[in-house]
């Protein structure tokens, strides 16, 4: 991938998250679940972390992006957590 910049690579892993955002809404608006919801926003949260560190952007900005995907990881956890414990 000699010449193709990160940021490119990043930006595309973006759109296809807004993607997976879009059919996770038409599922549910079908009776499916939001189960993988949680997932996604962490992974979201990552990637724009990541994104606003390749842009130079503010840091603050930067620590935003990572609460928000660190919040999304532990609602991602309880989540897991409280189906294993009701399954078993």
């Given at each position: 991938m000699a010449g193709f910049p990160l940021a490119s690579v990043v930006d595309l892993a973006l759109?296809?998250?807004v993607v997976?955002?879009?059919?996770?809404?038409?599922?549910?608006?079908r009776g499916g679940s939001l189960a993988l919801l949680p997932t996604v926003l962490s992974g979201l949260g990552l990637l724009l972390a990541l994104r606003t560190g390749l842009a130079g952007a503010d840091p603050r900005l930067t620590l935003a992006a990572l609460?928000?995907?660190g919040l999304a990881h532990v609602a991602d956890l309880v989540l897991r957590l409280r189906r294993?414990?009701?399954a078993g």
């Open positions: 759109a296809v998250i997976e955002l879009v059919l996770i809404a038409l599922a549910r608006r609460s928000f995907g294993d414990s009701a």
